[in-house]
Nanobody, 126 residues
Framework: QVQILESGGGPAQAGGSLRLSCAAS????????AGWFRQVPGKEREFVAG????????IYADSVKGRFTVSRDNDKNTVALEMKSLKPEDTAVYFC???????????????????WGQGTQVTVSS
């Protein structure tokens, strides 16, 4: 069974930075497109950023564009989300997910992702 595991969450000050990492067991992430979502209590899971299977295409939500960067290291079998200029409204549980979409396509809806991690909490204080 494929397992996705996020790490790197925690507290941060507004204006600060955090780096989230996503690893997979029992599979190679190179076989999947990858995405990051976030969720706060009472709201739907929100797309944050995604990267194509080959890493050549990435897409960002407008709310994080210019501040967050998604990348993948296929040798290490990991996907990262570099978050800078953090804002209190970035506070959420962040999830890494893998989609079976191929080529240069980046999935942006939760239903397109097959495997999910348990999430990691990011809390940004003002």
């Amino acid at each position: 069974q494929v397992q996705i595991l996020e790490s790197g969450g925690g507290p941060a000050q507004a204006g600060g930075s955090l780096r989230l990492s996503c690893a997979a067991s029992r599979t190679r992430l190179t076989a999947y497109g990858a995405g990051w979502f976030r969720q706060v209590p009472g709201k739907e899971r929100e797309f944050v950023a995604g990267i194509s299977r080959g890493g050549g295409t990435s897409i960002y939500a407008d709310s994080v564009k210019g501040r967050f960067t998604v990348s993948r290291d296929n040798d290490k079998n990991t996907v990262a989300l570099e978050m800078k200029s953090l804002k209190p409204e970035d506070t959420a549980v962040y999830f890494c997910a893998a989609s079976i979409t191929g080529g240069g396509y980046v999935a942006t809806t939760a239903s397109q992702y097959k495997y999910w991690g348990q999430g990691t909490q990011v809390t940004v204080s003002s």
